[in-house]
């Protein structure tokens, strides 16, 4: 078994320099289908439903990338990655791009060669505990037992923040947010902790959520984004402005209810027709044809419509806005211009 | 056909490497030969050079960086802020635990359930069958997965133990607790004199050795049996015994204990530990057992009729007559089941144990993002395993083969 993974890799390995200098785009469009690692399902976020059609927040992100290019939202193969797995899919060539609330950091950006094309969700990593436990602050978690996933940012703050606070615990390492949330639900673990958002989407799926309190303390800066292979600038274009026209759409009042009668001819925001395709010709620029924003937008509207629809305040998952607001209103999320 | 036994007179052409059926065989192997390296050469040409490409030339100073992350099981000294290299070891340790344990365990039920497969008794024949079919034909990393869900829902967790009304208690006159997370067993704590108990006891293991070497050439010298298992069974106790209470009990337990979160004090088995060994025992087992059986039956029935012909009682005739032949069909086959329980012993992370390939070949893979540098290591480390296995294994097959005279 070990030495079809190294064969493999070593394979893997010869093929990707060649994918890499091939240009990602022009091979998503010879393939005809996006190939979009997520992650192996965290409700909100990426999960396939009954019928196996994946949503949330993260695949919204593959769906409108899969529109720009090849006009078909639906055209995409979604391959579930391990925290474990992720980056390796990633660099191997065996998905196109990442959309799997991973973190940017120095690290993954320098030396495990990917770029970050930005960031759809502003976190931060939290804690949950059964109320049972009567447990106020992390500080007090002297001794306890902590599920985490492995290969993640998680491990390593949580290192740092018992460290630096001079108290121990017993780290229960595990692959998939699903064995992590058996474990904790059958007290293996006193406490999870992973991204605060991971942690409202997992204690959506719970049957009482209100049996367990996500304590105060966020003990880390956790910027989530797409990434695709560092080198690829053009693909890295490609994915970098597809987020930015969702989130542009949502500053320039452009929703699924009205982008059709926006695109259908110029108006007078000459933003909005410039990204629309009503005037010049942008896509171009990128390797794509006029309209390939007008079709990413058009799966399932702007970035703030995406998130109301997947974890926003009116669904099980519950989050607010906060620091992904627009930052219009107070929040972290801006776009460039489009010009 | 004077030509192949006679050496050729007339000098040699090159077209005889391929007509001269002296030279051919050797020709089309060293032709494959060098295919192969070519073949081997041109992978890892191209994977070094397309991880140039990618800006990943392959490096291993990642070893020495600052690991970063915590490791729950160690058994040298480990923290967050020691190396990839350390964390490697600590793995490593981690590894070759879980399979000298599985590997004796192993070799314990496996004979016995390979025995009994033998047994006339048609129940137990029956039981040890269907034992060795289930835990056959199943994949093991379905028993290691099932093992541990059972261990994590069927257990109280250390909450459970606790307050006036608690629903769970310690076993074994209050020393051991079960639960959830693993299980907690009283450790020894060495006072001073204790070295004395000690000496003692290792003194009478040596004093064990002795004795049975005394007992088998009296044996030779005057045909009498004595009853040497009560003897070593009593050196094994009585002078420790009585050392440790002359010294005043110098050695004393260490209780586990509810505190805070868990349990503190004493040992702790990890569940994810006993998980991964019950389940590769019971699975390794299985094969082992069929092996057992496969060697004494390919003992002839001449052998156990002669013996009892003899007057040898049964057990005897199994102990002196059947297993020593039996061992020459048994070893070889067996070295091939330890090496499967090492290797099988990687879908550690399964169940969140940090062995080798879960320190080395998941977290540090994956954060240093060291792909090829990690699983060459891993390869090597797994292949020097396997041949230590092999080896000592051989060394032993060689001194119970049957010597012929
Ligand atoms: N943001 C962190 C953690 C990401 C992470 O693994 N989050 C978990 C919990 S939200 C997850 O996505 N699990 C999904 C899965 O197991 O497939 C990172 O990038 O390392």
Redesign the interface.
Same mark, same amino acid.
């Given at each position: 078994?070990?030495?079809s993974?190294?064969?493999g890799?070593?394979?893997a &390995?010869?093929?990707? #320099?060649?994918l890499?200098?091939a240009g990602t785009l022009d091979d998503v469009k010879a393939a005809g289908e996006l190939k979009c690692g997520v992650s192996t399902g965290v409700v909100g976020f990426a999960a396939a439903d009954a019928n196996g059609v994946w949503g949330g927040f993260d695949v919204a992100v593959c769906r409108a990338v899969a529109a720009a290019v090849l006009g078909d939202a639906n055209k995409i193969k979604f391959v579930p990655t391990t925290?474990?797995t992720r980056?390796?899919a990633l660099?191997s060539g065996e998905v196109d791009m990442l959309a799997r609330n991973t973190t940017w950091t120095y690290?993954?950006d320098i030396?495990?060669?990917f770029d970050f094309i930005g960031v759809n969700y502003y976190d931060g990593q939290g804690f949950m505990a059964p109320k #049972? $436990?009567g447990v106020a602050s992390a500080k007090d978690?002297?001794? #306890?037992?902590v599920c985490i996933q492995?290969?993640t940012t998680t491990? $390593?703050n949580?290192?740092?923040f018992?460290?630096a606070n001079n108290i121990s615990?017993?780290?229960?390492?595990?692959?998939t947010n699903s064995e992590a949330q &058996?474990?904790y639900l059958?007290? #293996?673990?006193?406490v999870f902790t992973t991204d605060a958002s991971g942690l409202a989407a997992t204690r959506a799926t719970f049957e009482n959520p209100n049996d367990h309190v996500v304590l105060p303390e966020i003990i880390s800066k956790e910027p989530l984004g797409p990434l695709v292979r560092?080198?690829d600038n053009q693909w890295g274009d490609v994915v970098r402005w597809t987020l930015n026209a969702l989130i542009s759409a949502e500053e320039l009042g452009i929703t699924s209810a009205n982008v059709d009668k926006l695109a259908s001819a110029a108006g007078n925001n000459p933003e909005v027709n410039r990204m629309l395709g009503t005037e010049g010709d942008l896509g171009a620029m990128l390797g794509l044809d006029k309209s390939w924003a007008h079709r990413a937008i058009g799966v399932a509207g702007n970035y703030g419509e995406i998130f109301e629809k997947n974890i926003g305040e009116a669904t099980p998952v519950g989050l607010a806005r906060g620091l992904n607001a627009q930052w219009t209103n107070g929040g972290l999320i801006y776009s460039p211009p489009f010009r | 056909m004077s030509t192949i036994t006679d050496p050729v007179q007339g000098g040699f052409r090159i077209s005889m490497l391929l007509y001269d059926t002296r030279y051919r065989s050797m020709t089309i192997q060293v032709i494959a030969l060098i295919g192969f390296l070519l073949a081997i050469g041109w992978l890892f040409g191209n994977a070094a050079q397309n991880l140039a490409a990618l800006g990943k030339p392959l490096n291993f100073s990642f070893l020495g960086d600052t690991a970063g992350y915590d490791i729950n099981q160690r058994l040298i000294e480990y923290n967050s802020q020691m190396t990839h290299g350390r964390a490697a070891v600590v793995g490593l340790l981690n590894t070759l635990l879980v399979a000298v344990l599985g590997c004796i365990t192993a070799t314990v039920i496996g004979v016995l359930v390979g025995i009994m497969r033998l047994s006339k008794n048609w129940i137990i024949s029956k039981i040890m069958t269907v034992y060795i079919e289930t835990f056959r034909n199943v994949p093991v990393l379905l028993w290691i997965i099932m093992t541990m869900a059972i261990f994590i829902e069927v257990f109280p967790k250390p909450s459970d133990f606790r307050g006036a009304d608690a629903v769970a208690s310690m076993k074994l006159f209050e020393s051991v607790a079960v639960t959830n997370r693993g299980i907690f067993i009283p450790s020894p704590v060495f006072g001073s004199g204790s070295m004395a108990v000690i000496a003692v006891f290792i003194l009478s293991i040596v004093g064990i050795f002795v004795f049975g070497r005394w007992a088998h050439k009296r044996q030779d010298e005057t045909g009498q049996i004595l009853p040497t298992f009560w003897i070593k069974l009593g050196i094994f106790f009585i002078p420790s015994i009585i050392v440790f209470y002359v010294m005043g009990q110098p050695i004393s337990l260490e209780y586990p204990e509810l505190k805070g979160f868990n349990f503190k004090g004493g040992f702790h088995m990890r569940n994810s530990l006993i998980a991964l060994w019950f389940a590769l025992s019971l699975y390794t087992a299985a094969f082992i057992a069929e092996t057992v059986r496969s060697g004494i039956q390919a003992v002839s029935k001449g052998q156990t009729e002669a013996a009892a012909a003899l007057g040898l009682r049964p057990g005897r005739i199994t102990s002196l007559v059947v297993l020593p032949q039996a061992l020459r069909v048994i070893i070889p086959p067996m070295i091939s089941q330890y090496m499967n329980l090492t290797k099988n012993s990687s879908l550690a992370i399964a169940v969140g144990y940090m062995d080798i390939t879960g320190t080395l070949g998941g977290v540090t893979l994956n954060q240093t993002g060291r792909e090829m540098e990690s699983l060459m290591i891993l390869m090597a480390i797994y292949l020097t395993i396997s041949l230590t296995i092999s080896t000592v294994m051989n060394v032993y097959n060689e001194r119970v083969k049957l010597r012929e005279r």
């Open positions: 078994m070990k030495k993974v190294f064969i890799t070593l394979a &390995a010869s093929v990707t #320099a060649s890499a200098a925290g474990k980056f390796t660099a690290s993954r030396d495990l060669k #049972a $436990l978690l002297d001794g #306890a037992t492995t290969g491990e $390593l949580l290192a740092d018992f460290r615990y017993e780290p229960v390492p595990i692959e &058996a474990q059958a007290g #293996a673990c006193d560092h080198g | -």
